[in-house]
């Protein structure tokens, strides 16, 4: 009888702690809304930009709507998009000690990281939810069933679990909030090196190979089809499964660096 009693207070106190520390960025959020906006309405900027700026002289191979192309790239963006902020909030605890009092407290060491996550993918929901209302406004639609769309809104928020995991990691690594925006920089060329805004087949053909292996190339692809929407040649075998690999990236990231980040971070003060 005992014995089944903790591991069941271990998970109420784990899931307790963990959203005591989402709430606590709540807090934040009311205290600094401007951070909030901002990342909400900068991948819309992106989406206008790019649909009404350079729309007009990009095509589709094998034909569709540009704009019905570029959504669901742009909602792959997104998920990458905004990981700073996690990242620099993480290290701003670092430097002022925040970290090290939670290490002291009775608190489940790992509630501390899952109630960032959960805070933020929270905000990755209500960022999917305003590009999907943005993209609606400019033509974008779906052509497939309500069941293949929930199916494609869950891949975009694997994908920013995971990668939002991978954040984390370099956010207790980098230790620094000025590091972070070095560690940012290296965001942009894995996001636009895929194909999320152009079909890789325009690209040489070692880029190419990249850009189609690319973890956001695979979620893009998968959203394409099961948004129904057009999509790039299916001339690889990566461009042919996008939906195995969409789930299959996102997995292999988590086993990685979810495992590595709990461990830097019960580090971070030995």
Do not use: C, K
Not at 175 to 194: C, H, K, N, T, Y
Request: hydrophobic residues 55%; without cysteine; neutral net charge.
């Amino acid at each position: 009888m005992s014995t089944m009693i903790v591991p069941v207070s271990r998970t109420r106190r784990f899931l307790t702690d963990s959203a005591s520390m989402t709430r606590r960025g709540f807090l934040h959020w009311r205290r600094q809304p401007g951070q909030l906006v901002v990342g909400l309405v900068f991948p819309v900027m992106m989406l206008v930009m790019f649909t009404y700026f350079i729309g007009g002289g990009m095509a589709v191979e094998g034909g569709g709507d540009y704009s019905e192309f570029l959504v669901p790239g742009m909602l792959v963006l997104a998920m990458a998009f905004g990981l700073e902020s996690t990242m620099v909030a993480l290290t701003e605890d670092i430097n002022r000690g925040i970290l090290d009092r939670f290490r002291a407290m009775p608190i489940a060491p790992s509630a501390v990281l899952v109630g960032r996550s959960l805070l933020d993918m929270i905000n990755s929901a209500a960022g999917l939810l305003v590009m999907l209302g943005a993209g609606w406004l400019i033509g974008w639609r779906w052509h497939g069933s309500l069941a293949e769309a929930a199916a494609a809104i869950g891949l975009l928020l694997l994908l920013r679990f995971a990668m939002l995991w991978v954040g984390i990691y370099l956010g207790l690594v980098a230790g620094r909030p000025e590091m972070v925006q070095a560690v940012q920089i290296l965001i942009w060329p894995v996001a636009f090196l895929s194909s999320a805004i152009t079909s890789p087949s325009t690209m040489p053909g070692w880029l190419a190979a990249l850009a189609d292996w690319n973890p956001m190339s695979a979620t893009a692809g998968a959203v394409r089809e099961l948004f129904a929407n057009p999509g790039w040649p299916n001339d690889s075998w990566a461009a042919d499964h996008p939906v195995a690999l969409s789930v299959l990236w996102p997995l292999v990231l988590l086993a990685v660096f979810f495992p590595l980040a709990l461990g830097r971070y019960h580090r971070l003060s030995v």
